[in-house]
């Protein structure tokens, strides 16, 4: 197999993926923190919490389109690129990607329309519920995605049988697929990531205006609601990392020792790397820092029991370690100050300073990059930490591609793709800064939003009278004269 073709097929692969994680997560974490935002509305009648609903679905919005346009190619990728990885893996994918259309996809496109264009056609209690329908569309959706990618680092749950010359994988007991054992652990931890993007993000955009002296009353609000979000999703991924490493000690002991540089299995406890950087030729971990026997803890709760090392594999079967051991390092690094400042700025809330601490706000402007930055690394320490394998123990990479591919066209799409997410990437960038830019709506006044008593009240609040011709009037006008309608009809 020639090795261009492969590394050209990762990378084309990688580039996809990659562009299109910058945008899930943030709708997830947007969906979540808008159904909160709502509820107050709904549980107030305050007319804030339903302008910062509206100005935040205007940017879901965009980052949904965008994200549904960049998820397309990937698709397209399997068959192409990787035509003996779909031959081996169908059953088990088609099956977990039909439940994403099923249960995911329909429901969150079905929903989006009232979710984005219903203010003023439906009424709050419905809107509220089509907020909610697309927050758990957009979670289902990671739901099997994480399956599905979950079940190539643990597949669980199939036979292999003979098609056509090869072997294949087919599904024996769906509900194992589905709960096979690094599921859970990644989706919980996937989710909680996204959550903190969802609030860092709110909570940049909230602290620029609070700077610029804009907004003020939406941002403090906005910026409050998505910090305690922030502080318990960043307290909440340390607990689910911690548990994660775990299962990736029991399940794919190769991975964790990539993940910590752990080369030669030591004879006592194993040490915890805090920094430092791999050199794989000479076997051991330079300019590092370490905790002797914190690895064996946190792994067994014994500092004495160790863990095995790189050179308890074979050498075809070890993953590379520069990669996976930076990802992983950073990403666990933007998780411990993610912690400190939302706990920071919890503190710093309770005792009413936080909004005079200009320093710390423009801390919070340039911080919405960290979690785009630990999500896109902790995907790459998971799948680089996978290899040599695309599904573990059953299908290595090499085997996977698609072996009549001429390396040209992968290297010719691999420069198109990034032309045309460069360009999608700066229309987003535009796009959201124009809304950015332009500020949330000016709050209604109590009373005066929609009505839902019918298509009157609706082309009342849209300005169309009589004829064609255009007038103001309010609910309470529209809901009398509908009244005296009513009422005329009856003596009639």
């Avoid at 965009?62 to 397209?76: D, H, L, Y």
């Amino acid at each position: 197999m020639d090795l261009d073709l492969v590394e050209l097929s990762r990378a084309q692969f990688a580039l996809t993926v990659m562009f299109h994680y910058l945008f899930p997560p943030l709708s997830i974490g947007l969906g979540l923190l808008m159904v909160i935002m709502e509820a107050l509305y709904l549980r107030t009648g305050d007319p804030q919490y339903e302008a910062m609903t509206r100005f935040w679905t205007r940017i879901f919005a965009v980052n949904f389109a965008v994200g549904v346009a960049s998820g397309i190619t990937m698709e397209f990728q399997f068959g192409t690129n990787w035509a003996a990885y779909s031959r081996f893996v169908g059953d088990v994918f088609g099956s977990a990607l039909a439940a994403e259309g099923i249960f995911a996809f329909f429901l969150e496109s079905g929903f989006l329309a009232v979710l984005v264009f219903g203010w003023n056609r439906v009424g709050p209690r419905m809107h509220f519920l089509a907020t909610v329908m697309v927050l758990l569309g957009s979670t289902f959706s990671a739901v099997w995605i994480v399956i599905a990618n979950s079940w190539q680092h643990t597949p669980a749950g199939f036979r292999l049988v003979e098609h056509e010359g090869a072997l294949r994988a087919e599904i024996t007991d769906f509900w194992a697929m589905v709960f096979n054992p690094s599921a859970m652990h990644r989706l919980g931890h996937v989710l909680l990531g996204s959550f903190i993007l969802g609030a860092f993000f709110v909570m940049s955009v909230s602290a620029w205006y609070l700077l610029r002296r804009r907004h003020e009353g939406f941002a403090r609000r906005s910026f409050v609601i998505a910090l305690c979000v922030g502080a318990l999703a960043s307290w909440g991924e340390l607990v689910s990392g911690h548990a994660q490493a775990r299962a990736v000690a029991h399940n794919q002991p190769a991975k964790l020792a990539a993940f910590e540089g752990h080369f030669v299995t030591a004879e006592h406890g194993t040490e915890l790397w805090l920094a430092g950087w791999p050199n794989e030729e000479a076997q051991r971990v330079d300019y590092g820092i370490a905790v002797p026997g914190l690895l064996s803890y946190l792994v067994h709760e014994d500092f004495e029991r160790p863990l095995p090392g790189l050179d308890r594999f074979r050498p075809e079967d070890r993953p590379p370690v520069v990669v996976p051991f930076v990802s992983y390092h950073v990403m666990v690094a933007l998780g411990m100050a993610f912690i400190g400042l939302t706990s920071l700025a919890l503190v710093l809330l309770w005792r009413g300073v936080l909004f005079r601490q200009r320093w710390l706000l423009w801390i919070f402007v340039v911080a919405v990059i960290g979690p785009y930055v630990a999500n896109q690394t902790g995907w790459v320490a998971a799948e680089v930490g996978r290899q040599p394998w695309v599904v573990y123990g059953l299908l290595r990479t090499s085997d996977a591609v698609s072996a009549l591919v001429p390396r040209e066209q992968v290297l010719v799409s691999v420069v198109a793709f990034s032309l045309v997410y460069l360009a999608l990437l700066a229309v987003w960038l535009y796009v959201v800064n124009e809304k950015i830019r332009h500020g949330p709506p000016e709050p209604r006044a109590p009373g005066s939003s929609p009505s839902t008593e019918g298509l009157v009240a609706a082309a009342a609040a849209a300005g169309v009278g009589r004829g064609g011709h255009s007038y103001t009037e309010t609910a309470d006008e529209v809901a009398a004269r509908s009244s005296a309608v009513l009422r005329r009809e009856d003596d009639g």
